[in-house]
């Protein structure tokens, strides 16, 4: 039976899109790998290009390789903290930009680069489609994951080479992201970064376009 999505349900979906947000500031309770791995489950049915499927999770819970991590975010950290200047830098050295110590859960997503399933259908014309849909499946991971009260949060700021290495995966599996997950320390409406003066948000009228 064909489900009906009312305008309640799309109002609160609306409310579950805001109120996502990338969350840096985890409390240390432990979560039950069941609970992160219902999450996962809900993302593997986010579309992917052919049905070609090429998200590959890992759970990284040896203290070792997640320290691993944790280095490399410092040096990219400390890097890309050298490549501002004047108030710019000043304003990203108190930017908490990861909750890598803080998280119960470590969770790296990565694409399987050479995966035969699908058989390259729709890569032909846009190979980028492969990593489009592992994007896909974060995106949906991290919606199912607020809507079950945990907070997730994307680390950037790492050398994916030195991560890959770390973890010890397949040859050919690339990293995507490499998540936080935990229950939030704080809730906020606003994005970290607009609140703390990185960024605003941009306007509607400057990203849509008629032609």
Not at 79 to 100: D, F, I, M, P
Not at 186 to 195: F, K
Request: glycine share 6%; with cysteine.
């Amino acid at each position: 039976m064909k489900p009906v999505f009312d305008a309640a349900f799309r109002a609160q979906f609306r409310e579950l899109v805001l109120w996502r947000r990338d969350v840096r500031r985890f409390r240390r309770d432990p979560i039950a790998r069941e609970r992160i791995d219902a999450l996962i489950e809900i993302a593997t049915h986010a579309p992917s290009v052919g049905l070609s499927q090429p998200w590959r999770f890992v759970h990284v819970d040896s203290p070792e390789r997640r320290l691993a991590v944790v280095k490399s975010f410092t040096g990219a950290n400390q890097r890309a903290l050298e490549g501002y200047s004047g108030t710019k830098q000043a304003t990203y050295a108190t930017l908490k930009l990861a909750g890598l110590k803080e998280a119960p859960v470590h969770l790296a997503v990565l694409s399987d680069d050479g995966t035969h399933t699908g058989s390259g259908l729709g890569q032909q014309t846009m190979p980028e489609t492969l990593l489009y849909s592992v994007v896909a499946a974060i995106q949906t991971l991290w919606l199912a994951a607020r809507a079950d009260g945990i907070g997730m949060g994307w680390v950037s700021i790492l050398d994916p080479a030195a991560v890959v290495r770390a973890l010890d995966v397949p040859p050919g599996w690339s990293l995507v992201a490499y998540l936080c997950l935990g229950l939030p320390a704080e809730e906020h409406l606003d994005p970290e970064l607009e609140r703390h003066h990185w960024e605003q948000r941009t306007d509607l009228e400057k990203v849509v376009f008629a032609r």
